[in-house]
Nanobody, 121 residues
Framework: QVQLVESGGGAVQAGESLRLSCAISGSNIYAMGWFRQAANKEREAVSCIGFSVATTYYVDSVKGRFTISRDDSRKTLYLQMNNLKPEDAATYYC????????????????WGPGTQVSVSS
């Protein structure tokens, strides 16, 4: 059974930073990603990273501000979020076994319960 647990969410002011972490159980290594869903909006892929860290995806709205990384020795996925904007406020979910290339990211067989990010202006 694969389990994912996100942490690092919180309430910040616009322009501040947060780092999200996702701890994953199990011995397999997966392509992984961060997704978010704001109130009354559809879930969107924010950033994903493949087995090889050379393959990453970012949604246009976070390019240059967010950085995804993974530490497989610690079985942890990260999302460094800088210069946060009110429109970044959402529940952020970690997913494993996603399908991605540099142009898109979707799917995900395993999901965490989510962590809330609030950004005030």
């Amino acid at each position: 059974q694969v389990q994912l647990v996100e942490s690092g969410g919180g309430a910040v002011q616009a322009g501040e930073s947060l780092r999200l972490s996702c701890a994953i159980s199990g011995s397999n290594i997966y392509a992984m990603g961060w997704f978010r869903q704001a109130a009354n909006k559809e879930r969107e892929a924010v950033s994903c990273i493949g087995f090889s860290v050379a393959t990453t995806y970012y949604v246009d709205s976070v390019k240059g501000r967010f950085t995804i990384s993974r530490d497989d020795s610690r079985k942890t996925l990260y999302l460094q979020m800088n210069n946060l904007k009110p429109e970044d406020a959402a529940t952020y979910y970690c997913a494993a076994a996603v399908s991605l290339n540099t142009m898109r990211c979707d799917g995900g067989l395993f999901w965490g319960p989510g962590t809330q990010v609030s950004v005030s202006s």
